[in-house]
């Protein structure tokens, strides 16, 4: 799909629509909006809750291990199993979860983002289902965490004003500036507004056409060459609670190829809370 760095980790809704019944595929459906799903899906789909099924439910943390593993089994994913992602508002939750899932070290050939998300998928006028499919569980194994998927706030710091890595605010321009702390109606928050010293600003949705899919590789990297991400050097990515940083990890990583790119998901609610850590404010 197009020319970029990893063009397998894309698939087209026609693709999907062929191939969703397949032995060794499994949809999985993560929206912002967490109702979206029971009112309507691609058939077969299973729907997974960011709120209460992609996140420890007691300390700020992802999934645990153990708990990941029982996700999996739950949803009928094997090791092997094929995953195709796909969510509402452009697919920053379905790349949050797909982050995970690497994270965990699902493979990467068996991993995939249905280009365009829900939007495309219901504006080509495709059937809508409602029934919620079961399937028999499996024995999923996760290896260990993968330290070079996710940053934490440690690694950030002798980082700061070097220059040396690609340092990648995706929030809104307000957020990036200090003017508002989080997006209406967020209640994720932090106590300070602003952003981390050295940082670029480049929206995350900056990223995605129209109609919801994303950009070919050549606009993508003139939009963050411009912006003077160097495509050659590590990058981190940040935003509020890591599920916006999850889709330009995504870009940075299997579209434009940088090799070595983190999601720092503690993102501002951690650093704007964290005693010690500067900010700055535009």
């Not at 504006?123 to 079961?134: N, Q, T, V, W, Y």
Request: proline content about 4%.
């Amino acid at each position: 799909m197009g020319n970029y760095a990893h063009p397998e980790m894309l698939v087209s809704t026609d693709w999907v629509a062929e191939h969703r019944s397949d032995e060794g595929i499994r949809l999985l459906e993560v929206d912002v909006d967490t109702g979206a799903y029971e009112e309507g899906h691609i058939e077969g789909s299973a729907g997974l809750d960011w709120t209460s099924q992609l996140c420890d439910q007691v300390r700020r943390d992802v999934l645990s291990k153990k708990d990941f593993e029982t996700l999996c089994s739950n949803a009928g994913i094997s090791n092997d199993t094929t995953v195709v992602f796909y969510g509402d508002n452009n697919n920053w939750f379905a790349c949050y979860a797909l982050w995970q899932f690497r994270y965990y070290g699902h493979t990467e050939d068996n991993l995939k983002v249905m280009n365009g998300g829900r939007s495309k998928w219901f504006a080509e006028g495709r059937a809508l289902a409602k029934e919620i499919p079961s399937y028999p569980s499996t024995s999923y194994n996760a290896q260990e965490p993968d330290a070079n998927v996710r940053a934490m706030a440690q690694e950030i710091f002798p980082h700061l004003d070097k220059n040396d890595i690609n340092l990648v605010d995706v929030r809104s321009p307000a957020e990036f500036s200090g003017e508002v702390i989080a997006p209406p109606g967020m209640n994720e928050t932090a106590q300070r507004g602003g952003h981390i010293p050295s940082a670029t600003s480049i929206p995350w949705a900056q990223a995605v056409q129209d109609d919801g899919s994303f950009k070919s590789y050549d606009e993508l990297k003139q939009l963050y060459e411009r912006k003077g991400v160097d495509l050659e050097t590590d990058a981190i990515a940040y935003c509020r609670i890591g599920e916006r940083s999850s889709h330009t990890w995504f870009v940075l990583k299997y579209l434009l190829g940088i090799q070595n790119v983190e999601n720092y998901d503690g993102s501002w609610t951690e650093w704007g809370n964290l005693v010690g850590a500067p900010i700055e404010k535009t």
